[in-house]
């Protein structure tokens, strides 16, 4: 992974970031909807700036918003290189997602972790309105934003990873609340987005 990884950072091409990304979902331990952005941010909570910016594993590596957590705890500690390196780690990422598509159905952008749709779209100046999971020959995450564009998520390999797990299990780790509304398509689910409390150091 190491190499794959600074191999994407040293010349950010689509293939090098296909690379590093097929290197994550290959792991035994990636796992699409851990709580490692959770505990991540618990450390902020607690002002765990060390805790925070020791932290590194699979799940996280190409994450957005860890490295985004990780420069602020950077920040707080009065490290000016690591809070630099991990703004340029997140946005060097944000950039490799990019690459993967235009947002259509047939080139979606391509995430590792359900986090990194909404930090792609604060990214692109985009604010979520509603989610829908899309279920066909691949499996989307369908987009619709405040501005009335429509996005589409790959989240394919993050599907198959989590595919023996119930779909309450799945509703439960992604955060959403029981309530669903079907959409005409029997193979989409319309999901209202969660309110979360703004947190403090909301990056986008």
Known sequence: MTDDFFDFLEEPTLENFSKARKCVIENEN?????????NLERFLQEEAYEEALATNNINLILSP????????????????????????LAHRILEGIQS??????????????V????????????T???????KEEKTYDLITTESGKSIYFDITECYL??????????MDSLGIEEELKDDSN???????????KKKWWKFW
């Open 161 to 170: 990873k989590v595919a023996s797990f119930s779909f309450e299990d799945m």
């Open 30 to 38: 990636y796992s699409p909807y851990s709580d490692d952005i959770k």
């Open 100 to 113: 993967t598509g235009d947002g259509s159905k047939a080139q979606p952008y391509k995430v590792l972790r």
């Open 186 to 196: 029997e193979n989409s689910v319309s999901i209202p987005p969660k309110v979360e």
């Open 65 to 88: 918003r860890a490295h985004m957590i990780k420069k602020y705890a950077a920040k707080q500690l009065g490290n000016e290189e690591a809070e630099q390196a991990e703004y340029f």
């Open 115 to 126: 986090e990194d749709e909404r930090d792609f779209l604060g990214f692109i100046g985009e």
């Open 128 to 134: 979520l309105k509603m989610q829908s999971l899309v």
